[in-house]
């Protein structure tokens, strides 16, 4: 019989811009362990970004349809005309293998999670310092025009007026300590009373207990 329990589902929300990305690899380095959702997206990929690693890419018809069929945990219009979604499929298997799995979703999409999940999803919030940098990482990145900075930048401001829905709320300042709060969540996360996580633990235990002490119950009502 196995210790496991069933799996973490942790997600990790954010402005964009605001390092999520590098905080979840961080950890995924230093626990293999942890899979990661790909989402599904109608973004065009970037230059550099692969299909099935980064994000399923698909078009808004197949989008539309993976939602029809029920294919998606979650799903949001992260920024005007363009959505993002997430494979309920592979969540729900990881999870009833034990498996933790992480969601780098947007703050609509974390509240919908919280819906669906319940207790079970851990909510973590990852703030910049302060929006100045938020702004520069995100003009660093390159990845976008003008415009869409500004859209994300609203989308930001947004995100962060809800920062008290979220279990958790770690701040981005330095990589380094950031990804060990990340971390530190995680591992708490494993050994917290969620859900009844540890219920198929206790009765084993207790079951164990029985069949252990009987012989000493059955000797103490002999004698
Ligand atoms: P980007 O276009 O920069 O890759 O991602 C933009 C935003 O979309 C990010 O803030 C990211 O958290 C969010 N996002 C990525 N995948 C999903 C998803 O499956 N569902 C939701 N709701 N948001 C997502």
Known sequence: MSLQHSGILLVVSGPSGVGKGTLIAGVRRRHPEVRLSVSCTTRPPRPGEQEGVDYFF???????????????????EVYPGLRYGTPRKPV?????????????????????VRRVMGERAVLVFVAPPSFAELRRRLADRNTESDEQLQARLITARQEISHLDDYDHVIVNDQIEPATAELEAVLVAARSAQRAGRWQALRDRLLAEADALLRPSAEVASSG
């Open 92 to 112: 729900e298997e990881a999870l009833a293998r034990g498996e933790d799995i992480v969601l780098e979703i947007d703050d609509q999409g974390a509240h919908s």
């Open 58 to 76: 698909v078009s808004a018809e197949e989008f539309d349809r993976l939602c029809a069929q029920g294919c998606l945990l979650e799903w949001a």
